[in-house]
T-cell receptor, first 114, second 115 residues
Framework: EPEVTQTPSHQVTQMGQEVILRCVPI?????FYWYRQILGQKVEFLVS????????KSEIFDDQFSVERPDGSNFTLKIRSTKLEDSAMYFC????????????FGPGTRLTVL | AQSVTQPDIHITVSEGASLELRCNYS??????LFWYVQSPGQGLQLLLK??????LVQGIKGFEAEFKRSQSSFNLRKPSVHWSDAAEYFC?????????????FGGGTRLMVKP
């Protein structure tokens, strides 16, 4: 069964450093998402992406964040200058089309900012 | 704005007992509703979804949920819990719009199963 994959599973970085989290969505899906879950808190929407541009973003997704689909398979989330409060589990998701469809989630990347 | 409340942070049930996890939502139109399960170290797996039609929906692993518009609820049920059901359960509401189809999640309910 096709799955969303994410790399790395764990990332430790120093405050102020740039990180790139990588995701490979399910191959025939067209919509891509990033969510995050700070330890002990809710899963929060960050951004959705379709047709090589951002469809929607939350207020969390500020100028420090960017997303890209650099090739036909990868979908990345970049945090330019990490802060302590960026420590969280980051989930990538994809869905085949907008509307009556669930989103398929990857296993997540745990980001720790020291 | 849409929101989801899961009133129970932790629930413990005995193996073989029935289970009901509560979910209340707030949304201005007909919601799309989902239940996801997260086992330790794993991603979010979809258990079931409600879009329209029959208000009692069946999902995987023997789970079902009932949409009650009058109560703004979408409670998850299972008649007989197995030890492998121990996990965290998330209710989510989705909104179709022209933009992005974001999901809004509740805070989750952690289920523990006693032997």
């Amino acid at each position: 069964e096709p799955e969303v994959t994410q790399t790395p599973s764990h990332q430790v970085t120093q405050m102020g450093q740039e990180v790139i989290l990588r995701c490979v969505p399910i191959s025939n899906h067209l919509y891509f998402y990033w969510y995050r879950q700070i330890l002990g808190q809710k899963v929060e929407f960050l951004v959705s992406f379709y047709n090589n541009e951002i469809s929607e973003k939350s207020e969390i997704f500020d100028d420090q964040f960017s997303v890209e689909r650099p090739d036909g398979s990868n979908f990345t989330l970049k945090i330019r200058s990490t802060k302590l409060e960026d420590s969280a589990m980051y989930f990538c998701a994809s869905s085949p089309r907008l509307g009556y469809n669930e989103q398929f989630f990857g296993p997540g990347t745990r980001l720790t900012v020291l | 704005a849409q929101s989801v409340t899961q009133p129970d942070i932790h629930i413990t049930v005995s193996e073989g007992a029935s289970l009901e996890l509560r979910c209340n939502y707030s949304y201005g139109a007909t919601p799309y509703l989902f239940w996801y399960v997260q086992s330790p170290g794993q991603g979010l797996q979809l258990l079931l979804k409600y879009f329209s039609g029959d208000t009692l929906v069946q999902g995987i692993k023997g789970f079902e949920a009932e949409f009650k518009r009058s109560q703004s609820s979408f409670n998850l049920r299972k008649p007989s819990v197995h030890w492998s059901d121990a996990a965290e359960y998330f209710c989510a509401v989705g909104a179709q719009n022209n933009a992005g189809n974001m999901l809004t999640f509740g805070g989750g309910t952690r289920l523990m199963v006693k032997p």
